[in-house]
């Protein structure tokens, strides 16, 4: 049992269904083809805004070509286990769905784009991680890791400016996301306080409305 608690085995499950979806799509049509796209799950706002509510889940598993779904993978393969081991197995995939949510909400809010992958999710990550830094800045190693993942950050929001189709807005929400629902989760070896974890949850369950509101609006 203690081997088993010590394996990443949430970030090997979600690397296993994207996978598994992955090759479905393949078969059915290809991950490149629109109509596939839009019947596996994909974002697609109006039909959000027709009530497919779900299409705010689905896309952090479904990817559009191999080269996503290998970049994607890759990098949830190596941060997704220092999130697990710090964290926990089941704070780690509260905090990786709900990321994936509200960077889905941005994209829904911010973006007409056809849109699907797990960076929101992972984004999400690089959050808690910066939320790691804040909470215990005198543990020199962790903010360390966080310094780190706050420069690969800025490389790839910069980078996100000037490549046409990434959805930046995705990016930006599921890193907030991340960042306000890690302090609500807490993590295995420390205490956040309680006023922190109030205000982190009453802040995310605003962003999260507000940006559902702007999206059933279609101002954008």
């Known amino acids: 049992m203690s081997r088993l608690r010590e394996k990443p085995y949430m970030t090997y499950g979600l690397l296993g269904i994207m996978v ?31 009530g497919e509510y779900w299409r705010l889940v689905s896309p952090i598993f479904i990817h559009i070509g191999f080269t996503h779904i290998l970049m994607n993978g890759i990098t ?23 990321s994936g949510i509200v960077g889905n909400l941005a994209s829904f809010a911010f973006s007409d784009s056809l849109s699907a992958g797990a960076s ?22 962790i903010v360390s890791m966080a310094k780190t993942f706050l420069l690969f950050i800025v490389l790839n929001i910069a980078t996100d400016l000037f490549v046409s189709g990434i959805d930046i807005a995705g990016h930006i929400g599921g890193l907030i996301g991340g960042f306000l629902v890690a302090y609500v989760a807490g993590v295995s ?17 605003v962003v999260a409305i507000a940006l559902f509101i702007i999206g059933m609006r279609g101002n954008f």
């Open 20 to 50: 598994i979806v992955y090759v479905i799509m393949t078969f059915s049509g290809g991950t490149e083809n629109t109509t596939t796209l839009l019947t596996f799950g994909a974002k697609f706002n109006p039909l959000i805004r027709a």
């Open 76 to 98: 949830l393969y190596f941060i997704g286990q220092y999130v697990e081991m710090l964290f926990g197995h089941w704070r780690f995939l509260g905090i990786f769905l709900t």
């Open 189 to 205: 070896f420390g205490k956040v306080t309680p006023v922190k974890r109030i205000v982190a949850l009453v802040m995310l369950i």
């Open 120 to 141: 929101t999710a992972i984004f999400g990550l690089f959050g808690a991680f910066m939320m790691l830094g804040e909470s215990f800045s005198n543990n020199q190693a």
